[in-house]
């Protein structure tokens, strides 16, 4: 039987390994590791890639959203849409200003927010929507920039799982106003530890990040915000600079297997994810829905097939957000994902061998 992880690391990093080693002991001896050239360098690299003038590194995706709300001047009173299913950090960027997150349901075949349920949701106190480009892919991008526009609201790209993504040929990052990014390790691309970064075409709301996440200061002892303490460290900006010049091969790399498990995998009770037209979906998730879950998980466990939820418990029905007072039945679209979604492996470096062990497990499989 041949075993499949859910993810690793292992052919990713072996074909870098010296690269990182080498770049490790330069920046070691530097005995500079923050705020330095690397991060400099990377910055204007990710900038560069993602078709926008600026890039401010930061300590992780959720301290990319926050910094973008807390940008912006959003808070107390005020209000934000942000799609019923995603992972909390969405939402906790939201709480974090003090703000509050108004959830509208998603497109069930695509999992990205349904553009035509925003309006009903919108009130005096909205002031911005947040489109997380879930698994992979852009969100309707000119359907969320006219309500957007109508409203007068900021556009703001979740883009914690999207790296490379384009969507009409332009890349996710450069598709709002501003976007976050996470670089948590398991992201198409990934540091070795925490980090993150936001990008824009925003001169003054850069300013103003780069201060806020750096203790409010735009220059040493002097401070013009109360801000906080997150900056991503040379050492993870000198890896992340070794693996963006690696990331459309392993993003190509995804959408080869991708395209294998939907044309393979045959399944009358499994749901394939839909790539939107337009789009340039990178698979960070695979993401499969079936009305027998735990039947299909035990099966592929029992089988040697890693597998994952995202995310079984909707952001309406944690405990974290019992104050929002959405009961069980209102969000129904988030609530069948939640039941239903299965997560199968997709990874740079998985074999043929492995990707066929996946498919015909799964068709196989009864229920």
């Known amino acids: 039987?041949?075993?499949?992880?859910?993810?690793?690391?292992?052919?990713?990093?072996?074909?870098?390994?010296?690269?990182?080693?080498?770049?490790?002991n330069e920046v070691f001896k530097k005995n500079w590791f923050i705020q330095g050239t690397e991060v400099e360098q990377f910055e204007k690299e990710f900038a560069d890639y993602c078709g926008v003038k600026y890039c401010i590194g930061c300590g992780n995706g959720l301290d990319a959203l926050y910094l973008i709300l807390k940008g912006y001047g959003i808070g107390e009173g005020d209000e934000v849409i942000v799609p019923s299913n995603t992972f909390i950090a969405t939402a906790l960027a939201v709480s974090y200003v003090g703000a509050t997150p108004v959830l509208v349901e998603p497109v069930m075949e695509q999992y990205l927010i349904d553009?035509?349920?925003?309006?009903?949701?919108?009130?005096?106190?909205?002031?911005?929507?947040?489109?997380?480009?879930l698994y992979g892919q852009a969100c309707d991008m000119n359907a969320l920039r006219a309500i957007a526009d109508k409203y007068g609201l900021k556009l703001i790209e979740d883009a914690a799982q999207a790296h490379g993504?384009?969507?009409?040929?332009?890349?996710?990052?450069?598709?709002?106003?501003a976007a976050g990014f996470s670089f948590y390790p398991g992201k198409n691309l990934g540091a070795l530890g925490d980090s993150g970064a936001v990008v824009t075409n925003d001169k003054e709301l850069a300013e103003k990040i780069r201060a806020l996440g750096n203790y409010g200061s735009d220059y040493k002892y002097h401070h013009i915000y109360q801000g906080n303490n997150s900056r991503l460290d040379e050492m993870q900006a000198a890896f992340l600079r070794i693996k963006l010049k690696k990331l459309d091969i392993w993003n190509g790399e995804r959408r080869r297997i991708a395209k294998r498990y939907l044309n393979e995998i045959n399944h009358p009770d499994v749901k394939l994810p839909v790539e939107v037209e337009g789009n340039e979906h990178v698979y960070h998730v695979f993401a499969i829905r079936t009305d027998y879950r735990d039947s299909?998980?035990?099966?592929?466990?029992?089988?040697?097939?890693?597998?994952?939820?995202?995310?079984?418990?909707?952001?309406?029905?944690?405990?974290?957000?019992?104050?929002?007072?959405?009961?069980?039945?209102?969000?129904?679209?988030?609530e069948e994902i939640s039941e239903t979604e299965l997560s199968i492996p997709m990874y740079y470096g998985m074999t043929d061998e492995e990707i066929s062990a996946v498919i015909q497990s799964i068709n196989e499989w009864k229920r």
């Open 115 to 133: 553009p035509t349920k925003i309006e009903e949701k919108i009130t005096k106190n909205t002031k911005a929507i947040m489109a997380v480009a």
């Open 296 to 334: 299909l998980e035990a099966h592929l466990e029992e089988n040697g097939i890693g597998v994952n939820k995202h995310y079984p418990i909707p952001i309406h029905m944690q405990g974290a957000y019992t104050s929002l007072n959405i009961k069980k039945g209102e969000l129904p679209i988030a």
């Open 1 to 24: 039987m041949i075993k499949v992880p859910f993810v690793s690391f292992e052919v990713m990093h072996s074909e870098i390994s010296d690269e990182i080693n080498n770049k490790f």
């Open 165 to 177: 993504s384009t969507h009409n040929g332009k890349r996710v990052g450069s598709l709002g106003d």
